[in-house]
């Protein structure tokens, strides 16, 4: 089993910074690959970043590309997106999740373990 715990969200103006945070604890941080994804009110839940079990390999949405970074610390079996130059659209719940695939995988399908999401709301 994994413990997935997200904070960091809140309210921010548009064009500003958060930086969200996702505690692990449980078995080997390090044999899992990461994600992120969120869902917007009345959407589907959608994938935003994923980094390797590594953290050698990250991969981004379209809509977050040069925007948002993926990173994992290992030694506080922490996962980070640091989100810049956030956009109302950005508005949504985001969630952390956990996936035996070594890469990590952009299909929500393939993650085994969630946490219970961190509000993010951006301002225009």
């Known amino acids: 089993q994994v413990q997935l715990v997200e904070s960091g969200g809140g309210l921010v103006q548009a064009g500003g910074s958060l930086r969200l945070s996702c505690a692990a604890s449980?078995?080997?941080?390090?044999?899992?690959?990461m994600g992120w994804f969120r869902q917007a009110p009345g959407k589907e839940r959608e994938f935003v970043a994923r980094?390797?079990?590594?953290?050698?390999?990250?991969y981004y949405a379209d809509s977050v590309k040069g925007r948002f970074t993926i990173s994992k610390n290992y030694a506080k079996r922490t996962v980070y997106l640091q989100m810049n130059s956030l956009k109302p659209e950005d508005t949504a719940v985001y969630y952390c999740?956990?996936?035996?695939?070594?890469?990590?995988?952009?299909?929500?399908?393939?993650?085994?373990?969630w946490g219970q999401g961190t509000q993010v709301t951006v301002s225009s």
């Open positions: 999740a956990a996936t035996t695939y070594y890469s990590g995988t952009t299909n929500q399908e393939q993650y085994d373990y």
């Open positions: 980094i390797s079990a590594s953290g050698g390999s990250t």
């Open positions: 449980g078995r080997t941080f390090s044999n899992y690959g």
